[in-house]
């Protein structure tokens, strides 16, 4: 099934599907949308639905209690259906390498200050959006650590490493999970990944969203309008007045702190969920019996 977004139609709501009715059709990747399947990420969720009728188990990295009526819908189509997630959640993370002493520059910042912003392995934004994040950081004076390829660091503004270096650090790569764990972190800007996302909510950091391809519109959705733990960058795109604006309302409104209340609420169903006698504890047993047991098949999601 391949669904058609029409000009001007991308408001609609999904309420065919259970558990989906307040997302909206803009918010699907674009693949899915169009049924394009020359793209990798439709053809990959169309291959998997092929498959999905004939597997013994479907494993999927999430977790229970992030919405009922989707888990009841899905268990009443297939024949074991096991959250295990979020997985990078379900082990204690390495010990941090902090070679660019991240951790330390943070000791010595405010409670909640500082703007932590990283995209990931994958996602590199364009230059005029490189641009727009340094002019806001620059001009907001707000604290960072940004992790940028140092590739991409030729695109910054001619000197913004230089006048920014007194409130702000610009690194290779950083030890994400212990920055956004440490109590001067004050907000995430990030593409919004399923990982990044569960690790911005275990450190109790609020998010700021720039989508980009695949879920990122969906998890950003959950972020702003399902649980309420920050915010998408407006027009979909990275601005100096947007991100301005997004400093301001996290890290100074009161928007900002209702938005770090939320994230305690969503931290402590996800810490329950992953944790001994927890739904996604219990289910990854489940899973070891039925990798166990002669015959079966899996299918990861």
């Not at 991308?10 to 693949?31: A, W």
């Not at 992030?66 to 819908?73: G, N, P, W, Y």
């Not at 959250?83 to 330390?104: F, I, T």
């Amino acid at each position: 099934m391949s669904l058609s977004l029409e000009a001007g139609s991308g408001n609609e709501l999904l309420s065919f599907i259970p558990g989906m009715s307040q997302i909206k059709l803009q918010d699907l990747p674009e693949g899915v949308v169009f049924g394009d399947l020359k793209s990798y990420f439709p053809t990959m969720l169309h291959q998997m639905g092929l498959m999905l009728h004939s597997a013994t188990a479907v494993l999927i990295n999430s977790f229970e209690e992030l919405d009922k009526a989707i888990t009841d819908d899905l268990k009443s189509k297939f024949h074991k259906v096991l959250n295990v997630g979020p997985s990078n959640l379900l082990s204690p993370p390495p010990p941090p390498q902090d070679e660019n002493s991240c951790l330390p520059w943070l000791d010595k910042q405010e409670a909640a200050s500082v703007a932590y912003i990283s995209f990931g392995s994958m996602v590199v934004p364009p230059k005029d959006e490189l641009v727009a994040i340094a002019e806001a950081l620059e001009s907001s004076g707000v604290p960072f650590i940004w992790s940028l390829k140092d590739i991409a660091k030729a695109n910054l503004p001619k000197g913004f490493l230089e006048k920014t270096k007194t409130h702000g650090k610009v690194v290779a790569w950083a030890p994400q999970m212990s920055i956004l764990c440490h109590r001067s972190a004050g907000v995430f800007v990030s593409h919004c990944g399923w990982n990044s996302l569960f690790e911005s909510v275990v450190g109790g950091v609020p998010m700021i969203c720039r989508p980009f391809f695949g879920d990122h519109r969906l998890n950003g959705w959950l972020v702003e309008e399902l649980w309420g733990i920050g915010i998408k960058i407006e027009g979909g795109v990275f601005t100096k007045h947007g991100m301005e604006s997004c400093f301001d309302a996290v890290l100074s409104q009161e928007k900002g702190k209702k938005m770090r209340e939320n994230v305690q609420v969503v931290k402590e169903l996800v810490t329950k969920a992953v944790g001994a006698g927890g739904s996604s504890a219990e289910n990854l047993k489940e899973l070891l019996r039925v990798i166990n047991s002669p015959g079966g098949s899996m299918y990861c999601a």
